[in-house]
């Protein structure tokens, strides 16, 4: 099974211009306990490059476009993050990496918890020790 899964965001566009609605429970497959966004990534930085021992999230371009990676300590998938409908699941235990932000990206996070920097793996070879014992 791919470890990308992406989620179409409804879009209630029309003739004035786009609307996109996200709902808790509906095209979100968590309650949603935090929201943040990325934004002014300066060119060639890279973010990410930890997992989340229970966090899940939902990521969505609202605005440019961002690479994201993620990996499950097994296999590693990458995709575009390029559409204000395209969000993309990240579950716990997936080691994620963005890149190649565009000037404009404003990258939005829902989050299934608070923040809680306990809940990070930061070290990758931690991660994949965690990988095995799951
Ligand atoms: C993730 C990816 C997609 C807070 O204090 N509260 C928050 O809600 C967040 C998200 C971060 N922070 C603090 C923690 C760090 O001192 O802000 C600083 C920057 O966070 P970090 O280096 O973890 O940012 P990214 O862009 O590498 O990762 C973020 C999220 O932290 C992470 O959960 O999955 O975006």
Redesign the pocket.
Known sequence: MSIIKLIDLPELSDSRGGLVAIESGLSIPFDIK?V?Y?FGTCEGMV????A?KA?E?V?VCVSGKCRMILDNGKSREECWLDSPSKGIL?ENMQW?E?HDFSDDCV?L?L?SE??D?GD?I?DYQVFLRECENV
């Open positions: 935090r943040y990325i973010r990410g490059f930890h989340h966090l999230q990521a990240i994620r963005m990258l996070v989050a608070h923040y920097e990070y930061r």
